[in-house]
C-alpha cells in the first residue's frame, strides 16, 4: 500500500467521517464538556469551574433517582419477557404450518401500525374517563374486582400499563427475527435428533437455543439499550410532566432538565446523559462477556 | 438385522401443483440379509432418500409393511426402530465438538439405559477410533475436513450399536481422492462392526465397487436387486444396462430374422425369439477389433488413457450416443482403414432387449 493509495482510501471515507464527526463525535465531547463544567450559564454561556459536582448533583436529585429506578424496573422487566414471549410466539408459528403466514401477518401488524392509533388502543383499554372506566377495568368489574386507575393512580398499576405497553410495542420485531431464525436452522439437525431420540426439551435447548443463539443475543442487547432509551411511549401513556406522575426516566430527565418547565441546565442533562451511557456501557460489556461462552457464531 | 419390506409404496402430495401425487416409493418387496452392505442405487428423485427415511422411520408410509428380523417397525417411532443415520451433509451440530457431537444420542438415554458418564466417555472413544478420529475429540466440526467430518457423522450413527446403519449419499459432498478413500473406510467399518448397512446413491461406480448387493431404482420402481457383477452382467432392463458402467453401454436399433440378430445388415449373434424389431446393447469391453469382423463401423480415432484403449467409432444405429465407445486390450492389433473398421462381438457382455417393454430378451 502506497501513500497516493492510501490519501485516495481517505477521500473515499470523507464523506463518512464528516458526517459522523459533525452529528456523533464532536456533540459527544460537547456533552462531556458540558458535563464537568460546574455552574454553567445558558443565557451567558459561562461557568465557574470545572469538576464533578454535576454528577454529584444530579446522584442526589431524587426525580433522578426515581427515573433510575423506574427505567431499571422497566428493563429488568420488559427485556427478559418480550424476549421469552417472543421466542415461545415464534417456535408455535413455526409449527403452525397451514395458517403460518396469516398468523405472521398478524403478528407483524403492530410493527407497522401508526403510534397515535396505538396510543388511543391503550386509552380505550386503561384510561378511566368521565365516560368510561376503560376495557380491562370493565373485565376486572365483571371478574368481581374492583377499577384501578391505570393512568393516574399507584405506582404499580402505571408500571404494568407502562411495561405492558412496552412489550407489545416490540414483540414484532423480536418474532420477526427470531421466526426467521429458527426458519434458517437446517432440518437435518432435527431429524438426526429424532432418530438419536433426542426429547422435545433436550433438543430445544441443546440444538435450537444454540442455534438461534446469535439472533437472541442480538435482541437482549438491542432490547436492553432500547428499553434503557425508552422516552417516547411514557409521554404517550402518561403526558410530559412525568416527575409529577412519578413515571420518569433517564431519558425523561435528561430531556426535562434541558427544556423542561424547570430546565435550562445542559450541564446536569449532559451529566446524566453520560451516567446513562455508563450503564448502558457496562451491561452491554456484561452481556458481551456472558456471549461470548453462550453464543454460537456459524 | 435383516430388514424385509412389504408392499411398501410412499405417495407425495405434489409440491408444485394441486391434488397431484407423486409415488416416490411404488411397492417396494423385497429382503436384505443381515450383515449385508446394500447399496440403492439410482438417478436422483429416483425416490432412494424416501427410502431410507421410511426404513429409519422419519416418513410414514403410504401402504407397505417394514420389519426388522420378524419385528413389525412400521409403526415405532425412529428412537426406537435401533437405526443409525448419516445424513448427506452429516448435520454435525455445530457448536458441540466432536466428543459431544458423538456422546450425545448416550446422553439421550434414560431411565434402566442411562450411562454414566465414565461409560459415555469410554464408548464415544471406541467408536471413535474404530472410525479413527479418536486424536479429534476435543474440535468442532469446522475445523475438520469433508472426510473427517463423515466418519464423526459416522461414529455418531454408530454409537448407539444400532441394528442397522443408514448413509444418506455418504460420499457426494467429498472431492475425488477422499470419496475413494472413504468408501474404503465405510467398507472396513461396516465389516468389522457387521452392522447391516444401506446406503444410497447415484455414482454406480460407487455402489458396486462396496456394496455387497445393490438395489437398482428408477422412479419409485424397484428394477433390479443383486450382487453387483450380475446385476452388470446380466441386465433385466434396458435402464439398469444403460445405468451401470462406464463407459456406458451402447444401444444400437436392431431386428430379429429368422433367429437371428442383425444389426443394419450385419449378422450380430443367434437369439432364439420371434422376429421383432429388438434393442441390441454392447458393453464397451464386448468390442474385439479383428480385420474380418463381423460387425462394421465408421472409425473415428483411437484414444489411449492409461492402461485402456478406447477406439471411438460411429454407426448410423446407434442410438445411446454419437460416439461409441469401446475398450479394447491395448496388446490386440488394430486394423482398420480410413473410414471403417470391424469388431467381433463378446456375446456375453451383448444384451438383446425389447422395444415394447425394454426387458431383456
Known sequence: MNSKNNLKGWLYLLPALIFLGVFMVYPLIDVLIYSIEEGYNFASQTYSGVGIYNYSYVLHDPYFLQALKNTFILVIITVPLSTGIALLISLALNRSGRFKELFQTIFFLPYVTN????????????????????????????????????????????????CFYTIWVVLPFKILILTSALASVNQDYYNVAKVDGTRKWRIFTRITLPMISPSLFYLIITGFIGAFKAYSDVVALFGTDLNAAGMNTIVGYVYDMLYGNSGGYPSFASAAALILFAIVLTITVINLLVSKKNVYYN | MKIILKHLTKIFLSRHKKNEYVTAVDDFDFEIPDGKLIGLLGPSGCGKSTTLNLICGLEEPTEGR???????????????????????????????????????PLENLRGKDKLSKEEIEKRAFEVAKLVQIEQLMDRKPNELSGGQQQRVAIARALVK???????DEPLSNLDARLRLQTREQIRRIQKETGVTTIFVTHDQEEAMSISDLIVVMKEGKLMQMGVPQSVYNEPVNLFVAKFLGTPAINVFDGYVKDKKVYIGDDYIMDKDIEDQDVYVAIRPEGFIPKKNGRFHCRFDRIEIMGRDTSIVCHHDKCISDEDIRTIVDSDIKIYHDDNMIAFDLKENKTHIFSKKDEKVL
Do not use: C
Open chain 2, 66 to 104: 417394514i420389519f426388522f428380523d420378524d419385528v413389525d417397525v412400521t409403526d415405532l417411532a425412529p428412537e426406537d426402530r435401533g437405526v443409525g443415520m448419516v445424513f448427506q451433509n452429516y448435520a454435525l451440530y455445530p457448536h458441540l465438538s466432536v466428543r459431544a457431537n458423538i456422546s450425545f
Open chain 1, 115 to 162: 403510534t397515535l392509533a396505538v396510543g388511543l388502543v391503550f386509552m380505550i383499554l386503561f384510561k378511566k374517563t368521565a365516560y368510561s372506566e376503560g376495557l380491562i377495568n370493565l373485565l376486572l368489574n365483571t371478574l368481581g374486582m374492583k377499577s384501578v386507575d391505570f393512568i393516574e393512580g399507584p405506582y404499580w398499576a402505571k408500571m404494568f400499563v407502562l
Open chain 2, 161 to 167: 450399536t444400532p441394528g442397522v446403519l443408514l448413509l
